[in-house]
């Protein structure tokens, strides 16, 4: 059964975001500055995203979380950091510390203060599980794995349409925060056009309302290509 309900779409006129949008992540060498110099303080968690990391970063085994129960959080070891978690959608750990499978990193402990929780600024994008994540939804757009967009193409019919991160749906009619749009694709005669498939420079791969959440076909076409990645990582 299709779940338009679930998921708004919006029509563009234009084209998607221009790519001279800054995304607001941390590189990792940022991290390693960060980290060796001692200087982050993170106040009392206040959101969800914060309130997530903050109940697992005192365990030595991964675990997922019960509101998000997709969510992995391995204990890895990076080089000139130390101990951190790695968090992922995989439940096994990841073969290398810089898994494609990882979504990003946290301190096992915040830099300075052995009794702050690590919460949404610690948190270290990692650039890898980026690149095919957009290779995963726009091979699952080609492939049509997800009904959620197929019918928010039927609807649409003319345009451009938003790829919307399911964890902040924008209004109905309304375009979504930039930190949510995932990507933008060309819709032609109710059809997707899985070539025009452009990433959105300011997508954040986690903000206050949580990590990555897709619809349902994409993300099983994403732990698809996690699995096979992984797979590959570990002959190596």
Request: aromatic share 8%; glycine share 6%; charged share 20%.
């Amino acid at each position: 059964m299709l779940r338009a309900s679930a998921t708004r779409f919006t029509a563009c006129t234009i084209r998607p975001f221009s790519p001279l949008l800054c995304r607001r992540s941390f590189s990792l060498f940022t991290f390693f500055r960060i980290a060796s110099a001692h200087a982050l303080r993170v106040a009392t968690p206040t959101s969800r995203t914060n309130a997530l990391f903050a109940r697992y970063l005192t365990s030595n085994s991964a675990i997922s979380d019960p509101s998000r129960p997709d969510l992995f959080y391995h204990p890895v070891s990076l080089p000139m950091i130390g101990s951190v978690y790695a968090v992922s959608f995989l439940n096994q750990p990841p073969p290398i510390p810089d898994s494609c499978s990882v979504l990003g990193w946290l301190p096992a402990e915040t830099a300075g203060e052995a009794d702050t929780e690590a919460g949404l600024n610690d948190f270290v994008e990692n650039p890898k599980f980026r690149t095919i994540m957009h290779e995963a939804i726009q091979n699952g757009l080609r492939e049509e794995v997800d009904d959620i967009w197929i019918n928010g193409a039927l609807q649409l019919q003319q345009g451009w349409m938003h790829i919307h991160d399911s964890r902040n749906l924008p209004a109905l009619g309304r375009i979504g925060d930039p930190d949510d749009i995932i990507a933008s694709v060309l819709v032609r005669d109710s059809k997707i056009l899985p070539d025009t498939y452009q990433p959105m420079p300011s997508y954040r791969l986690c903000t206050s309302d949580g990590p990555t959440l897709l619809t349902d076909g994409l993300a099983a076409k994403l732990m698809l290509v996690l699995e096979g990645t992984v797979a590959r990582e570990a002959a190596q």
